[in-house]
């Protein structure tokens, strides 16, 4: 009998312990849309350093052109330009969706935006550090109705082709 209850005190010592970290995700799903929603209104501001200061250091920007992946420095310079005119982008949040992953510390999302092109779909992946989310991942595709592909692909061929063909090396 002492035997039975040492092994079931061990398994339940066991279970507690590869239980993970207990996760809020009704907190940190708010959190990660607030870092959303605040990079969105950092660039309809215009203001370029809080804009940045939302992504990790190491953070990746894939924009709607196929040759738009940069790096935070890189996606710095590029659009510095256009906070410094005092008018960046201005993107509205219509739908959104956040996941997590098992600790709690990854969260990847996506997003319809309302913007200048209409709607765009925003993807990526965030990190927490401490209390803080920053990206590291941002994905802005614009959206193609199914209904128009047929006329929006030969618009894009000769372009898209050139580049193609650079990559195929």
């Known amino acids: 009998m002492k035997q039975l ?5 061990l398994f339940l010592f066991i279970a507690c ?3 993970g970290p207990t ?7 708010k959190a990660v849309a607030a870092l959303l929603d605040s990079l969105n209104s950092a660039a309809a501001r215009a203001d370029y350093a809080t804009y940045f200061s939302y992504y990790a250091d190491d953070a990746v920007f894939m924009g709607t052109d196929a040759t738009e992946r940069w790096n935070k420095e890189e996606f710095m310079k590029w ?6 005119r005092g ?5 509205k949040t219509v739908k959104r969706d956040v996941y997590f ?4 510390t990854l ?7 309302s913007t200048q092109m209409k709607i765009c779909r925003g993807s990526g992946v965030a990190v927490r550090s401490g209390s803080d989310w920053r990206l590291k991942q941002y994905v802005l595709s614009m959206t193609i109705p199914n209904a128009l592909v047929d006329t929006v692909v030969p ?8 580049i193609l063909n650079s990559l195929k090396r």
């Open 5 to 9: 209850l040492a092994v079931s005190i």
């Open 17 to 19: 312990n590869n239980a």
């Open 23 to 29: 996760v809020n995700r009704d907190a940190q799903t």
């Open 79 to 84: 659009s510095k330009p256009y906070f410094d």
């Open 87 to 91: 008018k960046a982008w201005n993107f």
């Open 101 to 104: 992953d098992s600790t709690g």
């Open 107 to 113: 969260a990847w999302f996506d997003e319809l935006l």
């Open 155 to 162: 618009m894009k061929a000769l372009t898209e082709d050139s």
